[in-house]
């Protein structure tokens, strides 16, 4: 009983250190807050009262700090900012442990012992999972809107609006997500970053090839001159064919796809239901060395069929 106690009190733990972690800032464009004086930050939270300002914790801004600069930092900072999250590195690997560390206590206290590493690396790998699939989505729905985008911005030109006002009507007229990358790209734009360096990091959160397309014809077009009207147009009715025939695409391939899902993930599923419901039917298969060696090949077997799958339902557009 006394170790229920213990452990009752490091989810408490637990608990806290989550809310003083998320308890920071929202993460912003760096160099629009360091453009941003005392004066204007006043005047901003003044005009917004029902706007909560957070304050970023101590345990995640140590813990920010101490992997700044290494690359999986970096890359970790490149997702959150891809999957418009609005938190800190140290935040989200405050809250990948405290994840990490909940499963592996909720599997003790059930008495699942076999099932704490289970929990442990789960929990470790789900938050990141998680902003992937944020990630994915927000790509996919960026890339659909692309086209329409464009076309709207090939009309701004054609009725004499420069390109930063025509990037200014994406950002107003556009839905979400394209109209908060446009109007990110504004905003840069308007506090003195250069024209390259803005689209750039537009391209650094957005990793589309459509987009990335659409960048290189307005750099070369401000560099050798040219009808950018013409040409966007162009390129927008590529980009509009590209998302029909991947629409027809993933419309015939949806069942093999669904199905790859189902097999691959219904062993997994399965086997936790057994072995929660009853545990000594699945302890014979825990406690031989021949268990273990038929449940590595099992799953070697089934992460092969799942890319192999994956692999043949995947046609490049």
């Known amino acids: 009983?006394?170790?229920?106690?213990?452990?009752?009190?490091?989810?408490?733990?637990?608990?806290?250190?989550?809310?003083v972690g998320l308890s920071g800032s929202p993460t912003g464009d760096a160099l629009v807050e360091e453009r941003l004086g005392p004066r204007e930050r006043k005047?901003?939270?003044?005009?917004?009262?029902?706007?909560?300002?957070?304050?970023?914790?101590?345990?995640?801004?140590?813990?920010?700090r101490a992997v700044e600069g290494r690359s999986f930092a970096q890359n970790l900072a490149t997702l959150l900012a891809q999957a418009n999250l609005k938190w800190t590195v140290g935040e989200f690997l405050v809250f990948t442990m405290l994840i990490?560390?909940?499963?592996?206590?909720?599997?003790?206290?059930?008495?699942?012992?076999v099932l704490i590493p289970v929990g442990v690396i789960g929990g470790f790998f789900l938050p990141r999972i998680y902003a992937g699939s944020v990630k994915s989505k927000r790509l996919k729905a960026f890339n659909d809107?692309?086209?329409?985008?464009?076309?709207?911005?090939?009309?701004?030109?054609r009725a004499g609006y420069s390109t930063m006002q025509?990037?200014?009507?994406?950002?107003?007229?556009?839905?979400a997500p394209i109209s908060e990358e446009f109007g990110r790209v504004v905003l840069e734009l308007q506090l003195g970053v250069s024209f390259d360096v803005g689209m750039a990091?537009?391209?650094?959160?957005?990793?589309?090839?459509?987009?990335?397309?659409?960048?290189?014809?307005?750099?070369?077009?401000?560099?050798?001159?040219?009808?950018?009207a013409e040409v966007l147009d162009a390129i927008s009715f590529t980009i509009r064919e590209r998302v029909r025939i991947k629409g027809e695409i993933q419309v015939l391939t949806a069942q093999?796809?669904?199905?790859?899902?189902?097999?691959?993930?219904?062993?997994?599923?399965l086997g936790g239901v057994i072995y929660l419901v009853n545990p000594g039917f699945m302890n014979s298969m825990f406690n031989h060395m021949c268990?273990?060696?038929?449940?590595?090949?099992?799953?070697?077997?089934?992460?092969i069929g799942f890319l192999t799958v994956n692999k043949i339902v995947s046609i490049e557009v």
């Open 291 to 303: 268990g273990w060696v038929m449940m590595g090949i099992s799953v070697v077997l089934i992460v």
């Open 43 to 64: 005047t901003k939270k003044v005009s917004q009262p029902g706007h909560l300002q957070r304050r970023e914790g101590a345990v995640s801004t140590a813990l920010g």
């Open 145 to 157: 809107q692309l086209g329409d985008a464009l076309n709207l911005m090939v009309n701004s030109l």
């Open 1 to 19: 009983m006394e170790i229920l106690y213990v452990m009752g009190g490091l989810v408490l733990l637990g608990v806290v250190l989550l809310l």
């Open 100 to 113: 990490s560390f909940g499963l592996g206590v909720v599997f003790y206290l059930m008495q699942r012992h």
């Open 166 to 175: 025509a990037l200014e009507v994406i950002s107003n007229e556009m839905p």
């Open 201 to 228: 990091n537009l391209l650094r959160r957005m990793p589309s090839a459509d987009m990335d397309l659409i960048i290189t014809a307005m750099s070369v077009q401000r560099e050798v001159g040219g009808n950018l």
């Open 256 to 269: 093999g796809r669904i199905t790859g899902y189902i097999i691959s993930f219904l062993p997994f599923a």
